[in-house]
Structure formats: C-alpha cells, structure tokens
C-alpha cells in the first residue's frame, strides 16, 4: 500500500509563497509521474504539476511561471514551491502519485491566499 503524506499548507498573503512537500512511502522512482492536484470549493480536481521518473515536468497554464515542482530522490519527496500567490490559488492540494492505471493520493493540504 502507497502513503503519501502532504505538508507545508496554510493560510499566506497575496503576493506570498509557500512550500508544499509530499513523502511517499517508497522510492519515488516506483511511479512513472508524481504530481500536485488542487481542488477549490465547487470546482472540479485539476493538474496543478507534474514531474516524471526521466525528470520532465509540466504545469497547469494558470500557475506556470510562479509554481515549481521538485523532487528529493533520496527522501523520496516531492516539493512544490509556489510563489506570487493569488487568491485564485486558494484550494486544497493532493499529491499525487501514478503508475499505469494506478494512482494514489494524499490526504490533502488546504492553501488559503488572501487578498
């Protein structure tokens, strides 16, 4: 059974950062993709990052720019370092684990941004 744990959430400022990080319970080169989903009140889940095994990565249009996503392969971590936050923002966020047609998920972490 995969766990993925998520921390670093909370409540930040417009024009703040902050640092999400996930610890999975295995080698993170177990998943083909390892990623960040968000989810704000109402609105359906959606791709905020995702890295590859080969180290790839791709984000989401709204957040390309200011969010980064990392990876700590000895910790078997996932990071993403979000930056210039905007109210938009403001949702719980999942990491993300895939391989196949197999996908795990976090408990989640609430980011809240004020304006």
């Known amino acids: 059974q995969v766990q993925l744990v998520e921390s670093g959430g909370g409540l930040v400022q417009a024009g703040g950062s902050l640092r999400l990080s996930c610890a999975a319970s295995r080698t993170i080169f177990s998943f083909s993709h390892m990623g960040w989903y968000r989810q704000a009140p109402g609105k359906v889940r959606e791709l905020v990052a995702v890295?590859?095994?080969?180290?790839?990565?791709d984000y989401a249009d709204s957040v390309n720019g200011r969010f980064t996503i990392s990876r700590d392969i000895a910790k078997n971590t996932v990071a993403l370092q979000m930056t210039s936050l905007k109210p938009d923002d403001t949702a719980v966020y999942y990491c993300?684990?895939?391989?196949?047609?197999?996908?795990?998920w976090g408990q989640g972490t609430q980011v809240t941004v004020s304006s």
């Open positions: 890295i590859t095994t080969g180290g790839i990565t």
């Open positions: 993300n684990a895939r391989l196949n047609s197999n996908y795990w």
